[in-house]
């Protein structure tokens, strides 16, 4: 299905048990292959849905009052397809300052030779570890060669996988 819906609690918190109507967010047809993997995440004011879009990628919008929506973005291509879709797949977090820490694969492990990749988005950048800039919201979408390493793949070590990001006191990634 090509959209995504939600419904937001009548009362703060999810306290009672009456919900409002279904809402849906305005986003693409893309390439037909519909949304999936939503992941949610507030940024100080702002709620941010990351998910995957249109042609398996990672995808966002956001949005301040849980109605309107900002227009849909890709956030990250996969590697370049050998005639096949990739799927990169991603996780997502926000640390203590209010950035929001990102990683993605290149694809699936079973069906492709994964690395690792990070970056951070804060105050209207997206950022590697070191605080290089890797771009704007007018650069999207990135791509996986732009981003930090975390680890890549090798037959010795295998093809990684983003299960989880977190970050420490300091907001330091752990991915």
Do not use: E
Request: net charge positive; with cysteine.
């Amino acid at each position: 299905d090509s959209r995504m819906q939600y419904r937001v609690s009548k009362r703060d918190w999810g306290a009672g048990r009456a919900w409002g109507g279904t809402r849906t967010i305005p986003l693409g047809a893309g390439c037909g292959l519909g949304y999936t993997y939503p992941n949610p995440v507030v940024s100080g004011k702002r709620m941010f849905l990351f998910m995957r879009g249109p042609c398996w990628y990672p995808y966002f919008t956001s949005t301040t009052d849980g109605k309107t929506w900002t227009p849909p973005r890709t956030l990250v291509l996969g590697p370049p397809a050998s005639g096949r879709n990739v799927r990169p797949y991603a996780k997502y977090t926000a640390a203590p300052d209010g950035s929001i820490l990102m990683t993605f694969s290149d694809g699936h492990p079973g069906s492709y030779k994964n690395s690792l990749y990070y970056m951070r988005y804060k105050n209207g950048r997206f950022l590697k570890a070191d605080g290089s800039v890797i771009g704007r919201m007018r650069d999207l979408p990135f791509r996986l060669d732009q981003l930090d390493v975390v680890q890549p793949y090798s037959a010795k070590v295998g093809r990684p996988w983003p299960m989880d990001i977190a970050f420490d006191a300091d907001g330091v990634p752990s991915i």
